[in-house]
Nanobody, 118 residues
Framework: QVQFVESGGGLVQPGGSLTLSCAAS????????VAWYRQALGKSRESVAL???????AYDASVEGRFIISRDTPKNTVYLQMDSLKPEDTAVYYC????????????WGRGTQVTVSS
């Protein structure tokens, strides 16, 4: 299966911005939906944004209006533009196939740490 490598995280102040990148090891052209997930310390992993291969995007209510997901299919890369960051956005961010084939167990990369703090 295609593997994803996340990058672009870092330490930002509340209200700041970051853009995360998700580089796939192979073509994402046939992956129906790619999603960004995050996992805060002590919490389960949650989906925050997803995008279909047609460019349709959907967001969790917690990031609606602040995050924008996009994909550059020829570059096999998905991005997450994060604006107006809040401390509660602090988490390790992952990307992955959000519509795996039946019977496939997803594997996860290392993610990229986003810390929002003054």
């Amino acid at each position: 299966q295609v593997q994803f490598v996340e990058s672009g995280g870092g330490l930002v102040q509340p209200g700041g911005s970051l853009t995360l990148s998700c580089a796939a090891s192979g073509s994402i052209a046939d992956i129906y939906t790619v999603a960004w997930y995050r996992q805060a310390l002590g919490k389960s992993r949650e989906s925050v944004a997803l995008i279909s291969n047609a460019g349709n995007a959907a967001y969790d209510a917690s990031v609606e209006g602040r995050f924008i997901i996009s994909r550059d299919t020829p570059k096999n890369t998905v991005y997450l533009q994060m604006d107006s960051l809040k401390p509660e956005d602090t988490a390790v961010y992952y990307c992955n196939d959000a519509s795996p084939a039946v019977g496939v167990t997803l594997t996860w990369g290392r993610g990229t740490q986003v810390t929002v703090s003054s």
